[in-house]
T-cell receptor, first 113, second 112 residues
Framework: DTEVTQTPKHLVMGMTNKKSLKCEQHMGHRAMYWYKQKAKKPPELMFVYSYEKLSINESVPSRFSPECPNSSLLNLHLHALQPEDSALYLC????????????FGPGTRLTVL | AQSVTQLGSHVSVSEGALVLLRCNYSSSVPPYLFWYVQYPNQGLQLLLKYTTGATLVKGINGFEAEFKKSETSFHLTKPSAHMSDAAEYFCAVKSTGNQFYFGTGTSLTVIP
C-alpha cells in the first residue's frame, strides 16, 4: 500500500476561521512533509517531521501550525489565514534515506475568502 | 547547494510523437533524481527515479530517463505520446537529508 490520504479534499474558510488539514499514511514511513503549491508552480516545502519531531520549518508564518500526533498522522492547523494562502496543500511521506521516494497525497484545495 | 532546471515550461507534441522533457541539475554530491507527474487537481505521482546502478531508468506509463553525469542531466522521454500523458511534469533532486529540490515544472500538451 503506497497511499497517503488527505482530508478534506476541498476547504473554504474565512480569514477569522480556525480549521485543520489532516494527512495519514500506513506505510511505516518516519518522515512526513507539508507542501504548499500554487497553480502551475512546483510544491514549496513548508514543514518536515522526522520521527514525529519537527526537523525543518521553512520560515512559514505562525498562522500555519503543524502537528504530528503519531507516526501515521500529520495535521496542519490553520488560523487567521490570508487570501494569498489559497493553494493546494500537499502532504507526503517517505522513509528516512535520501534515495527513498516521497509519496504524495492528493492534496487539499484551500480557498481563503 | 542544489538546484534543478527544467528547460521549457510548456512542451507540445502530437499524439504518437516522441516526448522529450529536459532536466539539468547542480549538486555538490552524487544526486538522487526523480521525475513526478501531476494531473490537474491531484497530487504528485512518481514516474521513475535514479539512485545508483544502471543509468537508463524505466518508469511507469512507458517513460524512461537517462542519468548523464557528464552533462548533469536527467531528461525524460517517451517514444510515443498519448493523450493521457497531458499533465505537469516535475524533475526533483535529493542528495543527503529529506529535502527535495524541485524544478519549475513542464506542462505537456498532446495534440490529437
Amino acid at each position: 500500500d503506497t497511499e497517503v490520504t488527505q482530508t478534506p479534499k476541498h476547504l473554504v474558510m474565512g480569514m477569522t476561521n480556525k480549521k485543520s488539514l489532516k494527512c495519514e499514511q500506513h506505510m511505516g514511513h518516519r518522515a512526513m512533509y507539508w507542501y504548499k503549491q500554487k497553480a502551475k508552480k512546483p510544491p514549496e516545502l513548508m514543514f518536515v517531521y522526522s520521527y514525529e519531531k519537527l526537523s525543518i520549518n521553512e520560515s512559514v508564518p505562525s498562522r500555519f501550525s503543524p502537528e504530528c500526533p503519531n507516526s501515521s498522522l500529520l495535521n496542519l492547523h490553520l488560523h487567521a489565514l490570508q487570501p494569498e494562502d489559497s493553494a493546494l496543500y500537499l502532504c507526503a511521506s517517505s522513509q528516512e534515506m535520501p534515495a527513498d521516494t516521497q509519496y504524495f497525497g492528493p492534496g487539499t484545495r484551500l480557498t481563503v475568502l | 547547494a542544489q538546484s534543478v532546471t527544467q528547460l521549457g515550461s510548456h512542451v507540445s507534441v502530437s499524439e504518437g510523437a516522441l516526448v522529450l522533457l529536459r532536466c539539468n541539475y547542480s549538486s555538490s554530491v552524487p544526486p538522487y533524481l526523480f521525475w513526478y507527474v501531476q494531473y490537474p487537481n491531484q497530487g504528485l505521482q512518481l514516474l521513475l527515479k535514479y539512485t545508483t546502478g544502471a543509468t537508463l531508468v524505466k518508469g511507469i506509463n512507458g517513460f524512461e530517463a537517462e542519468f548523464k553525469k557528464s552533462e548533469t542531466s536527467f531528461h525524460l522521454t517517451k517514444p510515443s505520446a498519448h493523450m493521457s500523458d497531458a499533465a505537469e511534469y516535475f524533475c526533483a533532486v535529493k542528495s543527503t537529508g529529506n529535502q527535495f529540490y524541485f524544478g519549475t515544472g513542464t506542462s505537456l500538451t498532446v495534440i490529437p
